[in-house]
Each structure stands twice: as structure tokens, then as C-alpha cells.
């Protein structure tokens, strides 16, 4: 009998460690990631709501990494040294999701990091 109580105990405290590492991402703001891939600097800032995040310049093949307490739509606006402007496509976001966008010569691509 104490055997039988004491499998169930341990199944029951790791029910509960498994649902608490499911949840527990949920609860951390959204991240993002991003990602310029050409051989230039570019301006880049992020877009939502009534909102906008400046990220400054981002250097040739160098990353920016930020977090925003806020659940939306975000799109980023890139400009290049030449004076061109392109935005990405909406990406939703919202806790517990990280977004990464990578600026090539030609566009802007947003994807959810897996």
C-alpha cells in the first residue's frame, strides 16, 4: 500500500513540475531578434498599436534583441543607407513568444522562432 501511495505522490509531483514548464513561458514578455543579414548598416524601428521602439542603427551581420510588455501586431520599418524604406509584413505577438525579423537587401521577414 505504501508503494502505491508513494507512485502516486511522485506521478502527482511530476504532473505538476510538467505543468509548470509548460506554463511558466506564457508569463514572460514577447521577445525579438533582429537579424541584418546584408553587407550595410540599416536603421530599424519597430512599429505597434499607437507605439514605436527606435533600435538605432543595426551593424552589418549584428543582431538587436528586445522585449516589449504588450500584446499586438508589430511591423518593422528598415532603412537602408541608400534612403530605401521597406516594412515587414504584421507578426502578432504576445507573451511567451519570441519574434525574429531579418533584414536582406530586398525585405524584411518575420517568423516566430521555434
Known sequence: M???FRALEITAVLFFILLAVMFLPSVFNPGFVVN????RPVMV???WR???RDL???EAAASHRFNVSDEAAMI???TYPDGRTL???PIYFSNGLTVVATI???AVNVDYDD
Open 45 to 47: 524601428t519597430a512599429l
Open 2 to 4: 505504501k508503494r502505491i
Open 56 to 58: 538605432g542603427e543595426i
Open 76 to 78: 518593422f520599418r528598415v
Open 87 to 89: 516594412e515587414s509584413d
Open 50 to 52: 499607437e507605439q514605436s
Open 36 to 39: 541584418n543579414t546584408t553587407s
Open 104 to 106: 536582406t537587401e530586398d
